[in-house]
């Protein structure tokens, strides 16, 4: 059952092949049997998720399922989870039981999606490589020894172990993406504003965004309707109707309009990556689309700017653990300076201290307009570069990640070097536009991730894309020796 | 930008993090790495170019002043490390 897709397992529970209580069951045993060596969960809610499949069971009885009723997921550990320990894969919310449902949950609830856990993460969603984690580092299901890309890292490895059919991530700066990608998955980060930030813990505000990581982008689509729309509860949540994101999934590729980024395309791209993404521009071309080059000169510097964007909201938002109201707090503290610095000082990890200390420090008096408001004016720059490309081309494809899934440990000692992994995703998270990561082919038995990204709003498009290559590739399909 | 060893633990008090000496040296190694790598932004010219701070560049959004929501404060106190009768309670603050 573990091989199907959301949507075969959503015909399956239709035509009461199986019912939603055994699917759960079966997944649940999976993770138990399958989830030591990758420790991509980090709470396992066994007898919620099996009271919800009855419930979801009782609804499909009574004619009224949805898509993904009965069809059981996982959500990373950043949503607020009622009554379910939320860490955010930091020592700081260890003991910390979400009093309320994120947005994201509360829909995927009433959707009647049953929760099988939480996965694992980067501490604060802040990293590349699910290393940074209290919980201890997530292990690529295609080898143990390397990482499975973060900040969704536990998301990732946990569909591509076919642990979950799906689950829930959030992407700042490539952080759905490129685990998808070094997992060999799929995953959609929509619009900024399209899916609500209510109850998903900040990082970095003007950046953070939900999206789905399924096996395929159909279930993309599928999960990404359930989870989008306006929501008043985030002050930034775009008034918008939401389209039928399935909508497209059929529409022909004659005539599309694939624009390659030069930049995507030199140096720094590792040669198995590039052949890859050459291999799937060929197949793009066998199914009509017409290939042009296009120009995105200000990407270049998108990480620098990011690298001063997420680390200045990053310490605003993270102001708020204070050791008083929640969270952990230090023994026996002095005074309130002490409480304050020591619960954070212990509460906090080190990348996310350094983030931090760099925000305080780009925000303090005298700097801001050196760093922050140098860095919204570049995004301008960024945005203005892929309007203009917008103007040429119907979407922009490139590599999602300039190598596969690098060792454990490889890139930890270097902040720069880690923060280069995601150099092509993060010109995305500074526009603000939709984007998404497929499966397309491997190198050296590592998958290899497919870039695709949107004009604004465009997501229905973006998935019908994809959709239309994994009708004539089966890299999604592929599951990882020992996981079949 | 070289960040000196005052200069982390200025910072870090800003930011109210403990950070023990042993690890000031290495932050301020990491910082002024980063931050080198940052200043790659000045190259440049931005003097016209307006700062965008939401991508689709709207306003913020403002709601009728009403009450929305109710008093949680058992709720949400039950989270908290120490509190007695319905405050939370810190070290003493005024002597």
């Not at chain 1, 949950?105 to 490589?129: C, H, I, Q, Y």
């Not at chain 1, 720094?268 to 017409?290: F, H, P, S, T």
């Not at chain 1, 939709?434 to 290899?448: C, R």
């Amino acid at each position: 059952m573990h091989d199907k897709t959301i949507a075969e397992l959503s015909a399956a529970l239709a035509k009461g092949e199986c019912s939603s209580v055994e699917l759960t069951e079966h997944f649940l045993k999976r993770i138990e049997s399958l989830d030591g060596g990758l420790n991509s969960f980090v709470t396992v809610t066994r007898e919620q998720a099996l009271a919800q499949a009855k419930e979801a069971d009782a609804r499909r009885a009574s004619g009224e399922a949805g898509p993904l009723t009965g069809v059981p997921m996982a959500h990373k550990d950043i949503f607020c989870t009622q009554g379910v320990k939320t860490t955010c894969g930091s020592k700081m919310l260890n003991n910390f039981i979400a009093p309320y449902d994120a947005t994201v949950v509360e829909r995927f609830k009433a959707a009647g999606s049953p929760m099988l856990g939480k996965t694992n993460m980067d501490e604060f969603a802040m990293g590349s490589s699910n290393e940074t984690s209290f919980h201890g580092p997530v292990k690529n299901p295609w080898d143990a020894e390397r990482v499975p890309g973060g900040s969704s890292g536990g998301s990732a490895a946990a569909v591509a172990a076919r642990l979950t059919p799906s689950a829930t991530g959030t992407d700042t700066g490539g952080s759905i993406r490129q685990p998808a990608a070094l997992c060999g998955i799929s995953g959609l980060k929509p619009t900024y504003g399209r899916v609500s930030r209510w109850g998903m813990i900040a990082f970095a505000s003007s950046l953070d965004q939900a999206g789905p990581m399924a096996a395929s982008a159909e279930d993309c689509a599928l999960l990404a309707n359930a989870m989008s729309g306006f929501d008043a509860r985030d002050s930034t949540s775009i008034e918008r109707p939401v389209e039928d994101f399935t909508a497209r999934l059929g529409e022909p590729l004659k005539g599309l309009r694939i624009g390659l980024p030069r930049e995507f395309f030199g140096e720094g791209m590792d040669a198995g990556v590039a052949k890859a993404v050459e291999a799937a521009v060929e197949e793009y071309k066998k199914l009509g689309a017409v290939v042009k080059d296009v120009g995105l000169p200000n990407s270049g510097l998108s990480v620098p700017a990011y690298y001063v964007v997420a680390p200045a909201e990053c310490s605003s938002n993270l102001a708020r653990f204070d050791g008083v109201r929640y969270g952990y707090r230090c023994e026996d503290p002095r005074d309130l300076m002490d409480l304050y610095t020591r619960s954070r000082g212990e509460g906090f990890g080190a990348e996310v201290k350094r983030r931090i200390m760099l925000g305080t420090y780009a925000l303090s008096a005298g700097y801001f307009d050196a760093y922050y408001l140098k860095a919204q004016k570049i995004r301008r720059l960024i945005a203005d570069d892929f309007r203009k490309a917008f103007d040429e081309v119907d979407v922009i494809l490139g590599p999602t990640s300039p190598s596969t899934a690098f060792k454990l440990g490889e890139k930890a000692d270097d902040p720069v070097t880690m923060y280069l992994s995601d150099i092509y995703t993060i010109a995305v998270n500074l526009a603000g536009l939709p984007g998404m990561s497929i499966p397309a082919g491997q190198s050296e038995g590592l998958p290899v991730g497919l870039q695709l990204i949107g004009n604004y709003f465009d997501e229905a498009r973006l998935l019908g894309v994809a959709h239309q290559y994994q009708l004539v590739t089966d890299w999604h399909r592929r599951i990882p020796e020992g996981f079949a | 930008m070289s960040l000196s060893h005052d200069d982390v633990r200025k910072i870090a008090h800003l930011a109210r993090l403990a950070v023990s000496e042993a690890d000031v040296e290495v932050y301020a190694r990491n910082l002024s790495g980063i931050l080198d790598f940052v200043e790659q932004m000045e190259a440049v010219d931005t003097d016209h170019v307006a700062p965008m701070a939401h991508p689709q560049d709207t306003a913020q959004r403002l709601r009728d002043d009403v009450v929305a929501e109710g008093d949680q404060r058992e709720r949400f106190q039950a989270l908290a490390p120490a509190v007695d009768a319905g405050l939370y309670l810190v070290p003493k603050v005024i002597e």
